[in-house]
Antibody, heavy 123, light 111 residues
């Protein structure tokens, strides 16, 4: 059964870099059939797509975050990573790791999600 | 401010139906048949309920159905059950490799 598990610091200081890892089990992050990515939800607000990538391609980013975000894949560890630099309180959110099918199914829906991890930006 | 507009809440009694709307623009919902809906019980992983406007993943009950007209998509839950009480989010592909614009969510309450 597919599982996505987010991990990383729960508290980050303003102006520093938020770094999270998603460990994938039950599927290969090198799958030709999927994108992998991140979505976040600030407290009391809606969902925001951060970015997605194919294991051997270039990432696609939300234009509103593109200047600060980096998403990468480590195929040897079956992990996805997120780095968001120059964080402010507005980056406080639950961060979710996601999978998107790209074969057969169109429209890039997010068919599996991790349970999410809360990251608070505060000094 | 979310890109897609959803009502903050909806409710119905067990066995009744509830419909949630999701309004976007011609650049997202109106431009593509790539609307998806997600069910989220707090503290759990969100679950894909509908994709490509009307399609259900394996295991999703046929009580859940989706539709679209112009720039507005809708999710209908028929035969409401207690376990349907959750937050529901709509999403749409928005072109130019922007894979997901979302609504702010609708809290469905089963009375």
């Amino acid at each position: 059964q597919l599982q996505l598990q987010e991990s990383g610091p729960g508290l980050v200081k303003p102006s520093e870099t938020l770094s999270l890892t998603c460990t994938v089990s039950g599927d290969s992050i090198s799958s030709r059939n999927h994108y992998w990515g991140w979505i976040r939800q600030p407290p009391g607000k809606g969902l925001e797509w951060i970015g997605s990538m194919y294991y051997s391609g270039s990432p696609y980013y939300n234009p509103s975050l593109k200047s600060r975000v980096t998403i990468s894949v480590d195929t040897s560890k079956n992990q996805l990573s997120l780095n968001l630099n120059s964080v402010t309180a507005a980056d406080t959110a639950v961060y979710y790791c996601t999978r998107q099918p790209i074969v057969v199914i169109q429209g890039y829906p997010f068919d599996y999600w991790g349970q999410g991890t809360l990251v608070t930006v505060s000094s | 401010q979310s890109a897609l507009t959803q009502p903050p809440s909806a409710s119905g009694s067990p066995g009744q139906s509830v419909t949630i709307s999701c309004t976007g623009t011609s650049s997202d919902i109106g431009g593509y048949n790539y609307v998806s809906w997600y069910q989220h019980h707090p503290g759990k992983a969100p679950k894909l309920m509908i994709y490509e406007v009307t399609k259900r993943p394996s295991g999703v009950p046929d009580r859940f159905s989706g539709s679209k007209s112009g720039n507005t998509a809708s999710l209908t839950v028929s035969g409401l059950q207690a376990e349907d009480e959750a937050d529901y989010y709509c999403s749409s592909y928005a072109g130019s490799n922007i894979f997901g614009v979302f609504g702010a969510g609708t809290k469905v309450t089963v009375l």
